[in-house]
């Protein structure tokens, strides 16, 4: 009887550390710590802006990397720290290094760091389609593709973000005061300049000042085309020289109507939905 009565005491308490113990091992490829973002603290909602508006709003290699980004998107990629796709791990810093190309799948440790081939630009004011948002606290992060403002006050932006494995790839908007709550910085590419275009157009390999080789300098803005654009361009920013709100963006190679931030818009008008109204 005593003997019963051990074993249906012991027994439990057996299976129940047993379980325990499984409980608390950290499975390796959850070192690098990044878990998505799983705060209840960061408020999403829809983002308002169309995709086409959003890749009207870059060019070269910021375009690229947004496209690269929908991909994932349209695929459907989970989330995991221990999966790749294409060899770039399918969590969310590994998303973003798919995204800017840098041939590694980084950390969020990395790019809060200011390494990943990366840097932090300060303020989100700053901040351009193909540019990221990233924390780190706790060894544990998260990061995501910034694709544009949700508005014209800048209340919320627009991202693309391996988010959890609870979310997958998510496609939404993200208010600004909970990421300046969650301690997100605003980076960029090193590859990335900060007109909206990239250094270079794919293909193009910059000298070492880091500048395309003579005889691939577009066309200077305003040549041959009156105020409503059609200048030829390889950036907004050539759009709008000297940031003097020309209200125009680069597509196809020509600048068009249309702004990325109130900046680009003459007068009192603001940028909203992509156009200065």
Known sequence: MLHHLRAAFVLPLLTAFALSACASEVDPADENGD?????????????????????????????????????????????SQSAYKAGYRTDCSGFVSMCWQLGTSYTTADFSAGGGKSGPIGAYSKLLPGDALVRRSGGSGHIVLFLGWNDASHSAACVLEQASTASDMQFRARTASSLTAGGYKAIRADKLDSSGGSAAEAGDEPNDDGNVPAGDDPEPAGAGAGPGGGQSCTSTGQCNPGNNGAG?????????????????CPGATSCIGGQCR
């Open 35 to 79: 878990t998505g973002e799983t705060s209840a603290a960061i408020s999403t909602s829809a983002c308002k802006l169309s995709r086409s508006a959003i890749l009207a709003s870059a060019t070269g290699g910021r375009r690229t990397a947004i496209e690269r980004g929908f991909g994932w998107l349209d695929a459907r990629v989970s989330y």
């Open 248 to 264: 125009l963006i680069c597509v196809a190679g020509k600048c068009k109507p249309g702004c990325l931030s109130d900046a680009q």
